[in-house]
Nanobody, 114 residues
Framework: QVQLMESGGGLVLAGGSLILSCAAS????????MGWFRQAPGKQRELVAL???????NYADSVKGRFTISRDNAKNMVYLQMNSLKPEDTAVYYC????????WGQGTQVTVSS
């Protein structure tokens, strides 16, 4: 089993920045990919960004050029640097880890005010 703990959410003005962090614990040796999803009120959960253990990244079109995902394999951490935030980025952000199965964190709220 893998446990994930997110931190770093909060309230920010449009145009501002936030960084989300996610710490993995447990059977971390099995993790091959980590990333972030988000779910806005009334909408389906959607992919934000993924990063493999080798550093290959993938981003949703809506966040390309504004968000950066990074990973510290030694610390079993994944980060999401979010710049130029927009009100439409408001959502609960979930950390995921792909290993024997997909593991999910509890989520952290990001609210972008205009």
């Amino acid at each position: 089993q893998v446990q994930l703990m997110e931190s770093g959410g909060g309230l920010v003005l449009a145009g501002g920045s936030l960084i989300l962090s996610c710490a993995a614990s447990g059977s971390t040796f099995s993790i091959v990919r980590m990333g972030w999803f988000r779910q806005a009120p009334g909408k389906q959960r959607e992919l934000v960004a993924l990063v493999t253990s080798g550093g290959i990244t993938n981003y949703a079109d809506s966040v390309k050029g504004r968000f950066t995902i990074s990973r510290d394999n030694a610390k079993n951490m994944v980060y999401l640097q979010m710049n130029s935030l927009k009100p439409e980025d408001t959502a609960v952000y979930y950390c995921i880890a792909d290993g024997l199965k997909r593991y999910w964190g509890q989520g952290t709220q990001v609210t972008v005010s205009s």
